[in-house]
């Protein structure tokens, strides 16, 4: 099976290395927000370098020491984001148009990040973790309304930032395998957008408390939440009912849609919220 072979792969490596362990759990409750869990139970360390299973380290793996300085030496900063590249963009049509697209949006969300010490998204991989920083906030496997948040990257970012802490983007990358065809890349986005969703809801009452104790300027602040809570609750329904997983053009018109409000209304009041209070 695959889940042996990885366990033999790493099992080598253990001979070589005493220092490196392969650790399974026999369920997926909590899917990868309780595989992070039930790893953070079994080791204690200073660091903690997050990567999916189709990760590179890129040009950022020979650095890492100096990323470590830099926490080292920035207390309140709690994690370090490294750029994600897809290493399979010119595999097939999918990949290339998913690579192209995403290039475009991490581009954006690397800018806003680097605007004065604005909000760093936490993306799940590629990143270096201060290890008290994310402990601050386990659980990592959270639900709202009795569902599992499945972008619990971006509820750990959310988090540690409510809790006082800040991010920081890097401009060197690492790489990841694009999706092949359209229906796991649809499924992907639809988690990304279901995900994000989740976080809004279970977290938009700290936001605006955070913008209210910083008397933030933006005038449009107030009608900006009013509006946000009137398209809550017509979106609510679906964030208790719908199934993220399920392809076909429910699920499709549903990320359209909340793909737009989520452009809208979170990024501005999540970028102006957690961004730098100095």
Known sequence: ????????????????????????RNTTIGFKAGNLDFALEQFKSDYVLFLDIDNTCGSYGKKIMKYIQYLERNQSCAYIQFKNQPRNSKQNYVSQIFSSSMRIY??????????????????????????????????????????????????AAVRIHIQGMTGKQSDEYGTFYAPITITSAE??????????????????????????????????????????????????PYLVFIDYSISDSTTSLYSATTLMIDAVFFNVILSAALSNRN
Request: with cysteine; net charge positive.
């Open 187 to 236: 499924k992907m986005l639809t988690r990304w957008v279901y995900g994000k969703q989740q976080v809004i809801f279970k977290t938009f009452r700290e936001l605006l408390c955070l913008l209210k104790r910083l008397k933030t300027r933006m005038v449009t602040l107030n009608s900006l939440s009013r509006a946000y809570l009137d398209v809550s609750n017509a979106i609510l």
């Open 106 to 155: 991490k581009a954006a969300e690397e800018a806003r990040s680097n605007t004065n010490n604005g909000f760093a998204y936490f993306q799940g991989h590629s990143c270096l973790w201060r290890d008290s920083s994310i402990r601050m906030i386990t659980p990592l496997a959270n639900r709202f309304a009795n569902k599992m948040i499945v972008a619990e990257d971006l509820h």
């Open 1 to 24: 099976s695959r889940y042996r072979l990885t366990a033999n792969y790493f099992n080598g490596l253990h001979k070589i290395h005493n220092n490196i362990h392969f650790i399974h």
